[in-house]
């Protein structure tokens, strides 16, 4: 199970990375096991945009149990997931910045970022990660 504070230790250390290595206002989303939200954080002046596309990132890489950046490879044209960013209403998002939380070997919930180039949506969802 993922807590309020897991959740909490996870977009600290987001924040961390965007503030300090990364130098863009981010907005990070953690969601549960079932994929619902469970925090969120905008840093200021972060872009409005970018809200729900954080909060899709999760989704995603909760509902399917990967990282986007990899979705992003596996729904190219030809391969096997290619149109899935229409499913689920829309919500599927197909690039980098969402990644499975796992503690013990079982998927605990998910993190996402958005608010800056993929590279850096990336680096500071792995920096949340690795804070679980």
Known sequence: MLTLDDAKRIIAAAEKTATDDVGQPMNIAVVDAGGHLLAFVRQPNAWLGSIDIAINKAFTARAFDIPTKKL?????P???????????????????????????????????????????????????????
């Open 72 to 76: 992003a490879e596996l729904s190219q």
């Open 78 to 132: 030809e391969e096997q997931f290619f149109g899935i960013h229409a499913s689920n209403h829309s919500r599927v998002v197909i690039f980098a910045g969402g990644i499975p939380l796992e503690r013990d070997g079982a998927i605990v919930g998910a993190i996402g970022v958005s608010g800056g180039f993929s590279k850096q949506d990336q680096a500071v969802a792995e920096a949340g990660a690795a804070a679980l």
